[in-house]
Antibody, heavy 119, light 107 residues
């Protein structure tokens, strides 16, 4: 069974960079069969797909966040990471990591981590 | 971006009821529509992919149908564990987008 676990600071100051890591067990981020995604959820905007990374280094980002987002994969640690720059209160959300079998649906998710942007 | 609109936004039902949730896409998406269930405080769980393919482990009382722009999720004989939020999501074109959700409450 694939298991994903998010980790990172729960509080980030405005204008700083939000950084989260997803550790994968029971599967490999080096798999040619999967994309590794970040998705966030807020009460106001609902579920928002942020982007994904593939083991080759290919990435695909939501155009609404593209200028601020980087997703990267570390196959040696079986992890992938999210960096979101220049955050504002609007970036306060529960952030999920999720696996996608290259079909655009998300079959395994982490439990989610709440990140609050506040000074 | 493709907009996904669910209706209703919430509904009240009793155990044993049949429940139907509708999802409409702002453009045609073939059958590339997925349904998720989310329990309070938990991550969404994939229930149905490609409009009608029930995921392994999902109860057979869940079914989906549709193509193009209009899709339906049906729950036959609602069970206590089915009271949750349900979301549709299109996987036709990036960025992948979700509906706003439907809350299924106990009557």
């Amino acid at each position: 069974q694939v298991h994903l676990q998010e980790s990172g600071p729960g509080l980030v100051k405005p204008s700083e960079t939000l950084s989260l890591t997803c550790t994968v067990s029971g599967g490999s981020v080096g798999s040619s069969s999967h994309y590794w995604n970040w998705i966030r959820q807020t009460p106001g905007k609902g579920l928002e797909w942020i982007g994904y990374a593939y083991f080759t280094g290919i990435t695909n980002y939501n155009r609404s966040l593209r200028s601020r987002v980087t997703i990267s994969i570390d196959t040696s640690k079986n992890q992938f990471s999210l960096n979101l720059e220049s955050v504002t209160a609007a970036d306060t959300a529960v952030y999920y990591c999720a696996r996608d079998s290259r079909s655009g649906n998300f079959d395994f998710w982490g439990r989610g981590t709440l990140v609050t942007v506040s000074s | 971006d493709i907009q996904m609109t669910q209706s209703p936004s919430s509904l009240s039902a009793s155990v044993g009821d049949r429940v139907t949730i509708t999802c409409r896409a702002s453009q045609r998406i073939s059958i590339l529509l997925n349904w998720y269930q989310q329990q309070p405080g938990k991550a969404p769980k994939l229930l149905i992919s490609a409009a009608s393919t029930l995921q392994s482990g999902a109860p057979s009382r869940f079914s989906g149908i549709g193509s193009g722009t209009d899709f339906t999720l049906t729950i036959n004989s609602l069970q206590p564990e089915d009271f949750a939020y349900y979301y549709c999501q299109q996987s036709y074109s990036s960025p992948w987008t979700f509906g706003q959700g439907t809350r299924v409450e106990i009557k």
